[in-house]
């Protein structure tokens, strides 16, 4: 896996398959959006790219006082070596990123650095200034560059959404077996 740091001249210019978040967790719902971007990578000779964040964008925003990352950076970049990715492009964020539009990201820091021929989204996914994008506005800039958009679908446990701030309930109530059910992988218990 090679890990990317965005630049001003840094391109990807091999085809790629990619889809973007913070990832906090690399829990069972990151999984296995993960690992239909590498199947459909395979399927199609392209790339698998994976864009995230460092730091975590409610690390700079602090709009949530009792926010924790449930993994580090590093720990992160681990896991999705482990599930196979071929590249991480980590776009630092900050405060003026924040303010950026949706348009504007897509258009500044990924079709203009990425050969992007597919991107793959969860179900709640948001992006831009004020979490303007949404699956239309996504839908609508991939029908612009003729780049084809795959929403997946929720993924459950026992009939439960997997989702980031639920594992951060869980461990704030030191229930670290939900939790790792969640993540499918252990957890620091610290």
Not at 27 to 32: D, E, I, S, T, W
Not at 90 to 95: D, G, H, L, M, R
Not at 97 to 124: M, R
Request: net charge negative; glycine share 4%; hydrophobic share 35%.
């Amino acid at each position: 896996m090679t890990l990317y740091h965005y630049s001003k001249t840094q391109q990807l210019t091999k085809p790629s398959v990619i889809t973007v978040g913070s990832f906090d967790g690399v829990h069972l719902g990151h999984q296995a959006l993960l690992q239909q971007v590498n199947e459909y990578a395979r399927k199609h000779h392209y790339q698998s790219v994976i864009i995230t964040f460092n730091p975590h964008p409610q690390e700079v925003l602090q709009n949530k006082p009792d926010f924790f990352l449930i993994n580090t950076f590093e720990q992160k970049i681990a896991l999705f070596e482990k599930l196979g990715i071929d590249n991480v492009f980590v776009i630092p964020f900050t405060k003026e990123l924040s303010q950026t539009t949706a348009y504007h990201f897509f258009e500044e820091y990924i079709f203009s650095k990425i050969d992007v021929k597919a991107i793959f989204i969860g179900p709640n996914h948001h992006f831009g200034k004020q979490r303007e994008g949404d699956a239309e506005t996504l839908t609508r800039l991939c029908a612009e560059k003729e780049v084809e958009l795959i929403m997946t679908e929720e993924f459950k446990v026992n009939e439960c959404k997997v989702r980031s701030t639920l594992i951060r309930n869980y461990l704030e109530q030191k229930d670290w077996e939900s939790a790792e059910k969640m993540m499918g992988h252990d957890i620091m218990k610290t």
